[in-house]
């Protein structure tokens, strides 16, 4: 039932800004976090927030990317600036069901950041 959907993908090229939305549909969600994975490395962590507001990033984006939440529509946002070419990946959001803290994932978004 619970459905987590990621868009705002998209090409551009370097020190351009993107946008990502994730809304999440069928239960209320508690953490919500952003990952990435380029291609030939595992995936990693990129940004986090909490339902009290809090927030937590990888030291290789801190200062250029912000999640923010919106809590009404259930989603949350991941708004990239300078992106480099080594922030290219598929980009997908994580959602924490807050009944039983279940965790879901996205289907991803492909970032292509161009030199």
């Known amino acids: 039932q619970v459905q987590v959907m990621e868009s705002g993908g998209g090409l551009v090229q370097a020190g351009g800004s993107l946008k990502l939305s994730c809304v999440a549909s069928?239960?209320?969600?508690?953490?919500m976090a952003w990952y990435r994975q380029a291609p030939g490395k595992q995936r990693e962590f990129v940004a986090t927030s909490s339902s009290d507001g809090s927030t937590d990033y990888a030291d290789n984006v801190k200062g250029r990317f912000t999640i923010s939440r919106d809590y009404a529509k259930n989603a949350a946002y991941l708004q990239m600036n300078s992106l480099k070419p080594e922030d290219t990946g598929v980009y997908y959001c994580?959602?924490?069901?807050?009944?039983?803290?279940?965790?879901?994932w996205g289907q991803g978004t492909q970032v292509t950041v161009s030199s």
């Open positions: 069928g239960g209320i969600a508690s953490h």
């Open positions: 994580r959602m924490n069901r807050a009944l039983g803290n279940a965790v879901f």
